[in-house]
């Protein structure tokens, strides 16, 4: 019998799982086990698989994903859930292993670890280390912006940019205008802020990729804050990490514009400091792929420290 761990990914069609199958392919560490068609909406087969897992990878939306944690009685099995049913549910360990010195120990230790979201995943790494150096307050008045590809809105929305009536698609689109979008309690608990941001999100005519920006004046932040202050910090805080790099001055100043594809199909993450400083103005920026990163990506970073802790 073989003693290779058995990774099952529950809702393994989906642009997330999909994406995880392709990150895992030819890998000879492991076995993955997934549902035929016919097989993936019955309960009892989804509990068996999900119960002879060492790891079960969720890739379903919320209400699928609670349900089959409720289906799991085995307490060997460990649980990576990429939708955003856990991610402020105590006793899910946060999925971002660069967000503190301890997390990858915390998640290679864990039962439970909720994947973070996708525009999140940006917004946290500019801001906690800010916050928690004293450089933004934890008050500050936020408005975080970002843009996606299409494909954060799941099979649905891909369909609708590559299927017969792509012609008809939108070029680019600004949703969430009532403000209540489920990331801000996200973005605020793992961010440190005592304040929920005001969060911003749209989508454009591009498949995959991200750009999250924050506006911040100088005016509102400690006297001694400046660019170069803010992106020491953030320097300091990813030193020697291998997904997450940070635009020096060199290279700020050297950038005209940013790209949401540039890390597309990578793990990778860049954090910019831009501004200026004659009127005060200071914008934070975050590029990764929001199917990398900012999902499937995170998801197997995870799933390989919680290997190794095996």
């Known amino acids: 019998m073989s003693t290779l761990p058995l990774i099952f990914i529950d809702g393994d069609q989906g642009t997330t799982g999909l994406q995880i199958h392709e990150r895992l392919r030819g890998r000879n560490d492991l076995r993955i086990l997934t549902l035929p068609a016919a097989e993936r909406k019955d309960a009892r087969r989804r509990a068996e698989a999900l119960n002879s897992a060492d790891i079960a990878l969720l890739c379903l939306p919320d209400a699928a994903a609670r349900e089959a944690v409720s289906l799991i009685e085995n307490p060997g099995v460990r649980v990576i859930d990429a939708s955003s049913a856990h991610r402020v549910t105590p006793g899910w360990v946060y999925g971002f292993p660069e967000m503190a010195a301890g997390q990858p120990q915390a998640i290679a230790d864990a039962l439970r670890v909720t994947n973070p979201g996708c525009y999140p995943t940006g917004a946290i790494a500019l801001l906690r280390p800010l916050v928690q150096a004293g450089l933004v307050p934890a008050d500050y008045p936020l408005t975080i912006h970002a843009v996606s590809?299409?494909?954060?809105?799941?099979?649905?929305?891909?369909?609708q940019y590559e299927g017969p009536a792509a012609a008809e698609a939108a070029p680019y689109v600004l949703y969430g205008l009532g403000l209540a979008h489920k990331h801000p309690p996200e973005m605020q608990r793992y961010a440190g802020l005592s304040q929920r941001p005001i969060f911003v999100p749209s989508y454009g005519a591009f498949?995959?990729?991200?750009v999250l920006s924050i506006a911040l004046q100088t005016r509102l932040l400690p006297a001694h804050v400046t660019q170069e202050s803010l992106r020491a910090a953030l320097q300091a805080h990813y030193a020697g990490m291998r997904h997450v790099a940070v635009l020096d001055a060199q290279q700020s100043a050297a950038t005209a514009q940013l790209d949401p594809t540039r890390h597309n199909d990578s793990n990778d993450m860049t954090l910019g400091v831009f501004g200026n400083a004659a009127e005060g103005h200071i914008l934070l920026c975050a590029v990764f792929d929001n199917l990398g990163k900012g999902a499937s990506g995170a998801a197997v970073q995870n799933l390989d420290l919680m290997l190794r802790a095996r």
């Open 149 to 159: 590809g299409y494909s954060g809105g799941g099979r649905a929305q891909v369909e």
């Open 207 to 210: 498949r995959q990729g991200i």
